[in-house]
Protein backbone atom coordinates (compact mmCIF):
# COMPACT_ATOMS: atom_id res chain seq x y z
CA UNK A 1 0.00 0.00 0.00
CA UNK A 2 2.91 2.61 0.61
CA UNK A 3 4.28 1.68 -2.87
CA UNK A 4 0.77 3.34 -4.63
CA UNK A 5 0.57 5.79 -2.05
CA UNK A 6 4.08 7.26 -2.41
CA UNK A 7 3.35 7.40 -6.53
CA UNK A 8 -0.08 9.35 -5.83
CA UNK A 9 1.77 11.37 -3.81
CA UNK A 10 4.33 11.98 -6.31
CA UNK A 11 1.66 12.26 -9.59
CA UNK A 12 -0.21 14.76 -7.54
CA UNK A 13 3.27 16.84 -6.64
CA UNK A 14 3.91 16.79 -10.51
CA UNK A 15 0.93 17.38 -11.92
CA UNK A 16 0.52 20.66 -9.71
CA UNK A 17 4.25 21.38 -10.52
CA UNK A 18 2.98 21.19 -14.57
CA UNK A 19 0.32 23.60 -13.59
CA UNK A 20 2.41 26.05 -12.09
CA UNK A 21 5.12 25.95 -15.02
CA UNK A 22 1.74 26.38 -17.54
CA UNK A 23 0.48 29.72 -15.21
CA UNK A 24 4.30 30.70 -15.32
CA UNK A 25 4.42 30.38 -19.24
CA UNK A 26 0.89 32.59 -19.55
CA UNK A 27 1.93 35.00 -17.77
CA UNK A 28 5.09 35.58 -19.89
CA UNK A 29 3.40 35.38 -22.59
CA UNK A 30 0.69 37.74 -21.14
CA UNK A 31 3.32 40.42 -20.47
CA UNK A 32 5.24 39.91 -23.85
CA UNK A 33 2.46 40.21 -26.16
CA UNK A 34 1.09 43.31 -24.31
CA UNK A 35 3.91 45.44 -25.37
CA UNK A 36 3.48 44.87 -29.27
CA UNK A 37 -0.35 45.47 -28.07
CA UNK A 38 0.40 48.86 -26.41
CA UNK A 39 2.57 50.14 -29.52
CA UNK A 40 -0.60 49.51 -32.29
CA UNK A 41 -3.25 51.02 -30.26
CA UNK A 42 0.08 54.01 -29.52
CA UNK A 43 1.27 54.47 -32.89
CA UNK A 44 -1.60 53.54 -35.58
CA UNK A 45 -4.08 56.50 -34.60
CA UNK A 46 -1.32 59.21 -34.99
CA UNK A 47 -0.17 57.64 -38.44
CA UNK A 48 -2.20 57.66 -41.89
CA UNK A 49 -1.93 54.10 -42.92
CA UNK A 50 -2.84 52.84 -46.46
CA UNK A 51 -5.51 50.26 -46.95
CA UNK A 52 -3.11 47.17 -46.86
CA UNK A 53 -0.75 48.00 -43.84
CA UNK A 54 -4.52 49.40 -41.66
CA UNK A 55 -5.79 45.70 -42.84
CA UNK A 56 -2.67 43.96 -41.56
CA UNK A 57 -2.17 45.85 -38.22
CA UNK A 58 -6.21 45.45 -37.93
CA UNK A 59 -5.59 41.45 -38.31
CA UNK A 60 -2.25 41.90 -36.03
CA UNK A 61 -4.20 43.39 -33.31
CA UNK A 62 -7.09 41.15 -33.57
CA UNK A 63 -4.93 38.59 -33.18
CA UNK A 64 -3.33 40.38 -30.34
CA UNK A 65 -6.43 40.76 -27.90
CA UNK A 66 -6.94 37.28 -28.90
CA UNK A 67 -4.23 35.91 -27.45
CA UNK A 68 -4.26 37.83 -24.39
CA UNK A 69 -8.15 37.00 -23.79
CA UNK A 70 -6.75 33.43 -23.81
CA UNK A 71 -4.37 33.68 -21.72
CA UNK A 72 -6.10 35.43 -19.07
CA UNK A 73 -8.70 31.94 -19.34
CA UNK A 74 -5.21 29.81 -18.75
CA UNK A 75 -4.30 31.82 -15.91
CA UNK A 76 -7.84 32.29 -14.26
CA UNK A 77 -8.35 30.86 -11.25
CA UNK A 78 -10.59 27.32 -11.32
CA UNK A 79 -12.51 26.10 -7.91
CA UNK A 80 -13.41 22.50 -8.59
CA UNK A 81 -15.92 21.21 -7.45
CA UNK A 82 -16.84 18.03 -5.29
CA UNK A 83 -15.50 17.03 -1.82
CA UNK A 84 -11.20 16.81 -0.57
CA UNK A 85 -10.70 20.77 -1.55
CA UNK A 86 -10.87 24.32 0.05
CA UNK A 87 -13.61 25.56 -1.56
CA UNK A 88 -15.51 22.31 0.01
CA UNK A 89 -14.10 22.70 3.51
CA UNK A 90 -14.84 26.46 3.21
CA UNK A 91 -18.47 25.51 3.45
CA UNK A 92 -18.35 22.80 6.05
CA UNK A 93 -18.62 22.22 9.46
CA UNK A 94 -14.98 21.56 11.31
CA UNK A 95 -17.03 17.60 11.53
CA UNK A 96 -17.52 17.49 8.02
CA UNK A 97 -14.05 18.50 7.51
CA UNK A 98 -13.10 15.31 9.83
CA UNK A 99 -15.00 13.33 8.26
CA UNK A 100 -14.21 14.50 4.40
CA UNK A 101 -10.50 14.13 5.65
CA UNK A 102 -11.40 10.23 6.82
CA UNK A 103 -11.29 9.24 3.06
CA UNK A 104 -8.35 8.76 0.79
CA UNK A 105 -9.71 10.90 -2.29
CA UNK A 106 -5.72 11.71 -3.94
CA UNK A 107 -6.76 9.26 -6.93
CA UNK A 108 -9.84 11.88 -7.40
CA UNK A 109 -7.76 15.15 -6.40
CA UNK A 110 -5.46 13.69 -8.97
CA UNK A 111 -7.55 13.03 -12.42
CA UNK A 112 -9.32 16.66 -11.43
CA UNK A 113 -5.77 18.39 -11.48
CA UNK A 114 -4.89 16.28 -14.57
CA UNK A 115 -7.93 17.55 -16.51
CA UNK A 116 -6.69 21.13 -15.09
CA UNK A 117 -3.28 20.57 -16.35
CA UNK A 118 -4.48 19.17 -19.65
CA UNK A 119 -6.94 22.20 -20.35
CA UNK A 120 -4.15 24.73 -19.66
CA UNK A 121 -1.87 23.60 -21.63
CA UNK A 122 -4.52 23.30 -24.38
CA UNK A 123 -5.20 26.95 -24.02
CA UNK A 124 -1.73 27.55 -23.91
CA UNK A 125 -0.93 25.61 -27.19
CA UNK A 126 -3.85 28.14 -28.85
CA UNK A 127 -2.12 31.30 -26.93
CA UNK A 128 1.25 30.83 -28.71
CA UNK A 129 -0.20 29.80 -32.23
CA UNK A 130 -1.99 33.22 -31.99
CA UNK A 131 0.88 34.90 -30.64
CA UNK A 132 2.99 33.42 -33.54
CA UNK A 133 -0.08 34.62 -35.89
CA UNK A 134 -0.16 37.72 -34.58
CA UNK A 135 3.25 38.67 -34.53
CA UNK A 136 3.87 37.32 -38.03
CA UNK A 137 1.32 40.11 -39.29
CA UNK A 138 3.48 42.45 -37.76
CA UNK A 139 6.08 42.07 -40.22
CA UNK A 140 4.03 43.08 -43.13
CA UNK A 141 2.18 46.21 -41.42
CA UNK A 142 5.86 47.56 -40.86
CA UNK A 143 7.20 46.97 -43.99
CA UNK A 144 4.63 48.40 -45.69
CA UNK A 145 4.19 51.35 -43.57
CA UNK A 146 7.94 51.93 -44.44
CA UNK A 147 8.09 51.50 -47.66
CA UNK A 148 5.10 53.81 -48.10
CA UNK A 149 6.39 56.09 -45.63
CA UNK A 150 9.41 56.54 -47.44
CA UNK A 151 8.18 56.83 -50.78
Given at each position: ?????????????????E???????????????????????A??????????????????????????????A?????????????G??A?????????????????????????????????????????????????????????????
Amino acid sequence: MTDISDRLDAARAEVAAEISRTDNKAAGLLAAMGLPLAVLVAAIPARHLRLWPAVFAMLASCGLVATLVIVLAVIRPWHGAGRGWYGHWADSTPDEILQDLGHDRRAEQLAAQSRIAKRKMTALRWATHTAIGAVLLLVPTLLFALLTHSS
